[in-house]
């Protein structure tokens, strides 16, 4: 008895799905990216309008001042998809899950003075309000943006900021060995501590603006662009310098995060502002606006952390790298509105 084995081969009909066809061509093979991304933002069959704002449609592109001829042109360098996104998430958290293994069993924080413990608690464990409004304002602009190129996008940063809050936690938890008196603490650093309310205040700005692409703008341009550098770079320097390298390889998730992310936020900015001169000039004043408050609001926590010569010189670094940052993405640099200049550091 002989039997013969062969193998035979299905030819493909089509290589994607028909919605993805029509943007790249029939024959031409999608990227999970392009299929979990192109094309999948609702746009009919709406029932009827939102009882809270009944001048919009339930999605509606007129839900911003920001103009685009096709909304999918934002997309994401990093091609994340909830499957990369996760994956790459995961191993990160490996990663820093080793470096608070690391931390504990050398007892690198719990072994400081007092004093040096309490410095590190009322400089960083506040910031998780931060994160937490972060995620607020990123889950309002998934909630109300226009495409699924840049809502996806949102999502993601929105949950990964509650992880960011969740690492902060963790370093309050192991500067006062799991009581949670640091959490405490901060929280009331947060609502009642001077140094801390001018950026209490423009936080809680970004969260009542109703336009969500301005909101994108405050948040994840402006806010992050400034306070990242400051507490990610030259705070985590000062602490590592004072207290040794315990914090930096805790805070090392945010601090990568940020220049991951920074090509994505980066990218959406570029996009929108290379669309039309409308979209330019009304992205550099909402940036000329935020700039200023935000930059005045970190004032007394740059000061505090650093020194008033030190904060002049890190402000000085952070604000020529932001507005370059700004340019090399198309926005034109305006000036800040009258009454809004930012205060220098000044010597206490």
Known sequence: ??????????QQIRQTFS?????????KPAS????ATLDLQPEDNFHYRPLWQPGFALYDKGRTAIRMNDWYAFKDPRQYYYGAYTIARARQQDAMEKNIEFVTRRRLLADLPDD???????LMVPLRHIEWAANTNNCFVTGYGWGTAITQAT???????????????R???????????????GKAHWLDDPMWQGLRRRVEDTMVVQDWFETFVAQNVVLDGLLYPLVYRHIDQRLSRDYGAAIGMLNEFASSWYDETSRWVDATLKSAAAESTDNAVLLGRWIAQWRSRVLDALCPLAVEALGAEEAEAAFSDIAQAFDARMQKQGVPLMAEP?????KEPQHG
């Open 1 to 10: 008895m002989q039997i013969d084995i062969k193998t035979s081969s299905v």
């Open 32 to 35: 999970r990216y392009q299929e």
């Open 171 to 185: 370093i309050g938890l192991l500067l006062d060995g799991n009581s949670g008196a640091s959490l405490v603490e």
């Open 19 to 27: 919605h993805v066809a029509r943007r790249l061509g029939a024959d």
């Open 338 to 342: 009258a009454g809004q200049q930012t």
């Open 155 to 169: 999502m993601f940063h929105a949950m990964d900021r509650l992880g960011i809050a969740q690492y902060l936690s």
């Open 116 to 122: 040096a413990r309490a410095r590190i608690a009322a």
